[in-house]
């Protein structure tokens, strides 16, 4: 039996109850018999997670990140890297944070009346969180995708244009007619819109219009992608279009998605990390987390027996 | 089925009285209408004539000797009068909802709101008494000597004379004062309702709240706005007491810039009331019910192409996304 790695990090929060039970024999090793969680009791540490919460040269450094909604604690010390160019996926059951977690990382949650983020994330070394930062500045070199697909009631053209127009990227129409033409190429949906650039996006298929916000947020060329649960509202073919398409954007850039597909995440994911009730329980390479996982959790939920 | 009966005799009351009013005035005014041809509108003369000689009979209409009714001035001073006061609405009603919507925190909102909507609840005689004893003063002494220096020198029309402080502006002002409620409120809701899938959209792409406001926010709202806007216009047209009392009333006069004297359609009935009872043909009344007529009517066209506007622009929409 492999001895789990441990974050480094432990959260101010950390009880000694937690580490009691930490030490007292974590049931790392699943009995095959049937476990409902019933409790937030997961035998972890405040801030400590199995697998490897690290990689070298990061995009994003999380330390002991929570989020609350005034009292509630929604996400609970969470300490993770995210890759360069790197495809994380974040899984777990309703309600576990990792949407919220995912929201965070470009200070979406600002926009939340009584949230509150503690702990710190850097951006490229630098705090996303500092007060002096320019939150529209921040939001501009971190794309993201929502649940549905969300075009502005506009053009096809004036959807992808519009970040490129209010951070003033290019100088002629030209340029930006490029600009829009080469996201709209790299969301894989030109061959599809390019005859109909002028009209409306709201009347596009639903994968279309998704592909459409992809081509959206990559025009304000963006070093990292957050994905929140982006094919849950689409048919299997659209789905496999986005994933495609996943597949050919991490080359150039760093994605996170949250997905409630296991499947999803076993397929477009290097890294996995599964949360639970507010806390990461593990996190390392897809592979390994879905073949061979280390925490009973994870293990119960990646076999179905909840979630 | 007795129901169904009440139900359809209480809804046919309403448009019923429609219906009835405008009838009623077409018949009562007939004779004036007869009399006065389609020049009513186009000359800018309303004279009584003498009321001391002996009616004279005129294409078969009593008339006193003299007497020539037209309301161009009064149309002129209505339409000049509404412009203004939307012209200085829209933008501050705007931007009060803008403000609304989106710097004020939700539980002050609800106070701030119930405030806007509480000048709507403020009888128009107060509005005219309070324009009457403050604006009027202020603008004529402070706003109009110095509009007059500035955009009067590129503008001919707001050049001085600046004149007494009764006139067109001041009525345009009080007027603007009293629809920046409607149109800040009704946007405003319409702004708080919009999805917030769009404004995270923008925001997420790097808009600044403001950028996110008016370039997906408010255009998602713009038919509330125009909408709104018809409805602060229909109230505008309308308004009779304070315009009445800070219009400076004028008769027979054409505003030759934008300080001097006017007289709108419903202030000029109210004030000529009384001299035209005086009018022992009856003829005077008649054509202040033709005056009220002609009222109803551009009324009832602003509100009808407010609708048409919605429902095409709808359509539009509609068929486009398809």
């Known amino acids: 039996m492999p001895e789990p790695r441990r974050a480094e990090v432990s959260g101010a929060g950390g009880s000694a109850a937690g580490q009691h039970a930490a030490e007292s024999g ?28 690290f990689v070298d040269d990061p995009v994003f450094s999380c330390r002991d990140v929570s989020v609350f909604y005034g009292d509630k604690e929604a996400v609970r010390s969470v300490t993770l890297d995210i890759g360069q160019r790197q495809v994380l996926a974040a899984i777990g059951p309703s309600g576990c944070g990792k949407s919220t977690f995912l929201r965070c990382l470009n200070r979406m949650n600002d926009t939340i009346p009584g949230a509150r983020v503690t702990g710190t994330i850097t951006l490229d070394g630098q705090d996303v969180y500092d007060r002096r930062r320019d939150v529209a500045q921040l939001r501009a070199r971190i794309g993201m995708v929502f649940q549905r697909p969300n075009p502005f009631p506009k053009s096809i053209y004036e959807n992808v244009a519009y970040g490129p127009r209010i951070h003033k990227l290019t100088r002629s129409r030209a340029d930006l007619d490029e600009l829009v033409c080469t996201s709209l190429q790299r969301a894989g949906l030109w061959s599809e819109v390019k005859d109909r650039l002028n009209t409306l996006a709201t009347g596009l298929s639903g994968g ?4 459409l916000c992809i081509a959206r947020s990559l025009a304000v060329q963006p070093e990292v992608i957050l994905m929140d649960e982006p094919c849950s509202a689409l048919d299997p073919i659209a789905t496999a279009h986005i994933e495609d398409l996943i597949d050919e954007l991490r080359a150039s850039l760093a994605i ?23 806390r990461l329980i593990e996190i390392g390479d897809t592979d390994d987390v879905f073949t061979n996982p280390q925490h009973r959790l994870t293990e119960d939920y990646i076999t179905g027996r909840f979630g | 089925m007795k129901f169904k009966v009440w139900l359809g005799v209480v809804a046919g009351v309403l448009p019923a009285a429609l219906v009835a009013i405008v009838l009623f005035l077409a018949v ?8 006065n041809g389609p020049g009513f509108v186009v000359r800018d003369v309303w004279n009584l004539g003498n009321l001391y000689a002996n009616p004279v009979t005129v294409h078969g209409v009593q008339i006193q000797p003299g007497a020539s009714y037209g309301i161009l001035f009064l149309i002129v001073g209505t339409l000049l009068s509404t412009l203004i006061a939307l012209l200085l609405a829209v933008p501050v009603g705007v931007g009060a909802a803008i403000f609304l919507a989106e710097a004020v925190p939700d539980h002050l909102r609800m106070w701030i709101s119930f405030f806007v909507e509480l000048l709507m609840a403020i009888p128009s005689v107060v509005f005219g008494l309070w324009g009457y004893v403050v604006v009027i003063p202020f603008l004529s002494r402070h706003l109009f000597p110095f509009l007059a220096l500035t955009i009067g020198r590129v503008i001919p029309f707001f050049a001085g004379p600046t004149g007494s402080g009764y006139g067109l502006l001041t009525a345009g002002v009080v007027l603007a004062l009293m629809i920046v ?20 959209a923008a925001l997420a792409l790097g808009a600044t709240r403001f950028e996110a406001m008016w370039r997906v926010t408010l255009p998602g709202a713009r038919k509330t706005l125009i909408g709104a806007t018809f409805l602060a216009l229909g109230r505008a047209l309308g308004e009779t007491m304070a315009v009445l009392m800070v219009s400076g009333n004028a008769l027979n006069y054409l505003p030759r810039n934008v300080y001097d004297p006017i007289s709108t359609m419903a202030a000029f009935i109210v004030s000529q009331l009384d001299s035209a009872l005086q009018d022992p043909t009856g003829l005077a009344v008649r054509s202040l019910a033709e005056i009220a007529l002609v009222l109803s009517i551009i009324s009832i066209i602003v509100n009808a192409a407010a609708r048409l506007i919605l429902v095409v622009w709808g359509n539009v929409q509609r068929s486009m996304a398809v």
């Open chain 1, 26 to 53: 974590l049931d790392l090793k699943p009995s095959g018999r049937v476990h409902v969680p019933s409790s937030l009791e997961d035998g972890l540490p405040t801030g400590a997670s199995v697998g490897n919460a």
């Open chain 2, 181 to 200: 409620p409607i149109i800040a409120a009704t946007l405003r809701d319409a702004l708080v309702n919009q999805p917030a899938s769009m404004r995270e």
């Open chain 2, 28 to 35: 009562y005014s007939w004779p004036a209408i007869h009399f």
């Open chain 1, 256 to 278: 996170v998605i949250v997905t409630h597909s296991m499947q999803q995440a076993a397929r477009v994911s290097e890294r996995t990390a599964y949360f639970h009730m507010g």
């Open chain 1, 208 to 211: 279309q219009q998704q592909r």
